[in-house]
Protein backbone atom coordinates (compact mmCIF):
# COMPACT_ATOMS: atom_id res chain seq x y z
CA UNK A 1 0.00 0.00 0.00
CA UNK A 2 1.65 3.43 -0.63
CA UNK A 3 1.54 5.82 2.16
CA UNK A 4 1.28 9.57 2.21
CA UNK A 5 4.44 11.29 2.68
CA UNK A 6 4.24 14.00 5.36
CA UNK A 7 5.75 17.36 4.17
CA UNK A 8 7.26 20.06 5.80
CA UNK A 9 5.26 21.61 8.66
CA UNK A 10 4.05 18.33 10.22
CA UNK A 11 5.14 17.88 13.77
CA UNK A 12 6.22 13.97 13.40
CA UNK A 13 9.27 15.09 11.53
CA UNK A 14 10.80 17.21 14.13
CA UNK A 15 10.21 14.65 16.94
CA UNK A 16 13.38 12.26 17.78
CA UNK A 17 12.05 8.38 16.73
CA UNK A 18 12.28 5.87 19.03
CA UNK A 19 13.98 2.36 18.82
CA UNK A 20 11.75 -0.70 17.89
CA UNK A 21 12.15 -4.61 18.81
CA UNK A 22 11.25 -7.10 16.15
CA UNK A 23 8.01 -7.51 17.86
CA UNK A 24 6.96 -4.36 16.65
CA UNK A 25 3.28 -4.55 15.16
CA UNK A 26 2.88 -5.42 11.47
CA UNK A 27 6.53 -4.66 10.55
CA UNK A 28 7.29 -6.72 7.79
CA UNK A 29 3.91 -5.44 6.17
CA UNK A 30 5.52 -1.70 6.81
CA UNK A 31 8.66 -2.51 5.50
CA UNK A 32 6.80 -3.28 2.10
CA UNK A 33 4.77 -0.73 2.13
CA UNK A 34 7.38 1.92 2.71
CA UNK A 35 9.14 0.03 -0.44
CA UNK A 36 6.34 0.74 -2.67
CA UNK A 37 5.80 4.32 -0.99
CA UNK A 38 9.15 5.00 -2.39
CA UNK A 39 9.15 3.47 -5.74
CA UNK A 40 5.61 5.49 -6.20
CA UNK A 41 7.63 8.57 -4.95
CA UNK A 42 10.66 8.00 -7.01
CA UNK A 43 12.80 8.71 -4.01
CA UNK A 44 16.31 7.18 -2.75
CA UNK A 45 15.74 7.04 1.02
CA UNK A 46 12.59 7.24 2.97
CA UNK A 47 12.82 7.45 6.86
CA UNK A 48 9.89 6.18 8.58
CA UNK A 49 8.91 9.53 10.35
CA UNK A 50 8.05 10.74 6.94
CA UNK A 51 5.19 8.54 6.64
CA UNK A 52 4.03 9.99 10.24
CA UNK A 53 5.91 7.26 12.94
CA UNK A 54 8.57 8.51 14.96
CA UNK A 55 10.63 4.85 14.78
CA UNK A 56 14.06 4.60 13.52
CA UNK A 57 13.47 3.01 10.48
CA UNK A 58 14.69 3.99 6.99
CA UNK A 59 15.02 2.53 3.53
CA UNK A 60 17.73 3.21 1.47
CA UNK A 61 17.35 2.08 -2.34
CA UNK A 62 20.72 3.53 -4.69
CA UNK A 63 19.59 1.04 -7.44
CA UNK A 64 17.86 4.22 -9.76
CA UNK A 65 21.69 5.70 -9.54
CA UNK A 66 23.12 2.85 -10.81
CA UNK A 67 23.97 4.51 -14.46
CA UNK A 68 26.01 7.15 -13.02
CA UNK A 69 27.28 5.02 -9.70
CA UNK A 70 27.48 1.72 -11.04
CA UNK A 71 29.18 0.84 -7.52
CA UNK A 72 25.22 0.97 -6.21
CA UNK A 73 23.39 -1.47 -8.83
CA UNK A 74 20.76 -3.51 -6.48
CA UNK A 75 21.55 -1.76 -3.74
CA UNK A 76 18.43 -1.66 -1.59
CA UNK A 77 18.61 -2.05 2.36
CA UNK A 78 16.83 -1.79 5.75
CA UNK A 79 18.23 0.06 8.51
CA UNK A 80 16.23 -0.16 11.92
CA UNK A 81 17.74 1.64 14.80
CA UNK A 82 20.07 3.32 12.69
CA UNK A 83 22.53 5.65 15.14
CA UNK A 84 25.56 8.24 13.71
CA UNK A 85 27.93 7.18 15.95
CA UNK A 86 31.01 9.07 14.77
CA UNK A 87 31.67 11.59 11.71
CA UNK A 88 35.23 11.69 10.08
CA UNK A 89 35.16 15.48 10.37
CA UNK A 90 38.51 15.20 8.10
CA UNK A 91 37.06 15.45 4.63
CA UNK A 92 33.41 16.56 3.39
CA UNK A 93 31.31 17.41 0.83
CA UNK A 94 29.08 20.29 -0.55
CA UNK A 95 26.31 18.48 -2.63
CA UNK A 96 22.64 19.38 -3.64
CA UNK A 97 20.11 17.33 -1.63
CA UNK A 98 16.41 16.88 -1.97
CA UNK A 99 13.79 16.09 0.06
CA UNK A 100 10.37 14.05 -0.49
CA UNK A 101 9.16 16.03 2.48
CA UNK A 102 10.34 19.10 0.71
CA UNK A 103 9.15 19.07 -2.59
CA UNK A 104 10.74 21.42 -4.92
CA UNK A 105 13.32 22.80 -2.52
CA UNK A 106 17.03 21.43 -3.66
CA UNK A 107 20.08 23.32 -1.90
CA UNK A 108 23.78 22.14 -1.41
CA UNK A 109 24.23 20.81 1.99
CA UNK A 110 27.92 20.01 3.68
CA UNK A 111 28.73 16.90 4.98
CA UNK A 112 30.94 14.78 6.39
CA UNK A 113 32.29 12.01 3.28
CA UNK A 114 32.95 8.95 5.96
CA UNK A 115 30.74 8.19 9.00
CA UNK A 116 30.45 5.39 11.76
CA UNK A 117 27.06 3.77 12.16
CA UNK A 118 24.82 1.13 13.67
CA UNK A 119 22.10 -0.62 12.90
CA UNK A 120 20.15 -3.71 12.78
CA UNK A 121 18.84 -5.63 9.51
CA UNK A 122 15.79 -7.05 8.74
CA UNK A 123 17.01 -9.79 10.86
CA UNK A 124 17.63 -7.79 13.59
CA UNK A 125 21.65 -8.46 13.47
CA UNK A 126 23.86 -5.69 14.57
CA UNK A 127 25.70 -3.87 12.22
CA UNK A 128 28.46 -1.14 13.08
CA UNK A 129 30.07 -0.31 10.02
CA UNK A 130 31.99 3.14 8.44
CA UNK A 131 30.59 3.84 5.14
CA UNK A 132 32.15 6.88 2.96
CA UNK A 133 31.25 7.93 0.12
CA UNK A 134 27.08 8.79 -1.58
CA UNK A 135 25.57 5.82 0.69
CA UNK A 136 27.27 8.09 3.47
CA UNK A 137 25.16 11.19 2.72
CA UNK A 138 22.66 9.55 1.93
CA UNK A 139 22.02 8.03 5.45
CA UNK A 140 22.87 10.73 7.03
CA UNK A 141 20.33 12.87 5.20
CA UNK A 142 17.95 9.96 6.21
CA UNK A 143 18.93 9.07 9.99
CA UNK A 144 18.59 13.22 10.42
CA UNK A 145 15.13 12.57 9.69
CA UNK A 146 15.37 10.03 13.16
CA UNK A 147 16.28 12.79 15.36
CA UNK A 148 13.83 15.33 14.40
CA UNK A 149 16.07 17.15 11.62
CA UNK A 150 15.93 17.99 7.86
CA UNK A 151 18.61 19.13 5.50
CA UNK A 152 17.30 22.47 5.66
CA UNK A 153 19.03 22.93 9.12
CA UNK A 154 22.44 22.58 7.32
CA UNK A 155 21.98 25.82 5.64
CA UNK A 156 23.13 28.94 6.27
CA UNK A 157 20.99 31.63 8.04
CA UNK A 158 21.41 33.55 4.32
CA UNK A 159 20.39 30.16 2.69
CA UNK A 160 17.41 29.70 4.97
CA UNK A 161 16.35 33.28 4.65
CA UNK A 162 16.54 32.63 0.83
CA UNK A 163 13.94 29.79 0.46
CA UNK A 164 11.76 31.18 3.18
CA UNK A 165 8.92 32.06 1.08
CA UNK A 166 9.24 28.43 -0.29
CA UNK A 167 9.25 27.02 3.02
CA UNK A 168 5.99 28.86 3.55
CA UNK A 169 4.21 27.82 0.98
CA UNK A 170 4.93 24.14 1.73
CA UNK A 171 2.80 25.27 5.53
CA UNK A 172 0.14 26.72 3.65
CA UNK A 173 0.15 23.26 1.18
CA UNK A 174 1.08 25.23 -1.96
CA UNK A 175 2.85 22.50 -3.87
CA UNK A 176 2.39 19.94 -6.04
CA UNK A 177 4.21 16.12 -6.24
CA UNK A 178 3.93 13.47 -8.04
CA UNK A 179 3.22 11.25 -4.90
CA UNK A 180 0.71 11.27 -2.30
CA UNK A 181 1.70 13.40 0.69
CA UNK A 182 0.13 14.79 4.14
CA UNK A 183 0.60 18.80 4.43
CA UNK A 184 -0.14 20.27 7.94
CA UNK A 185 -3.23 21.58 8.19
CA UNK A 186 -3.82 24.97 7.16
CA UNK A 187 -3.87 27.42 9.90
Not at 4 to 32: F, M, N, S
Not at 35 to 44: R, V
Not at 167 to 178: D, E, H, I, K
Request: aromatic fraction near 8%; charged fraction near 30%; charge should be negative.
Amino acid sequence: MILPIYTYGQPVLRKEAQDIDKDYPELQTLITNMWETLASSEGIGLAAPQIGLAIRLVLIDLDPLKEDLPQYEGFKKVYINAHIEEYDESNTDSSEEGCLSLPAIHEKVVRPTRIRVKYMDEQFQEHDEWVDGYLARVMQHEFDHLDGKMFIDRLSPLRKQLIKSKLRALLQGRFRTGYKTKAPRKA
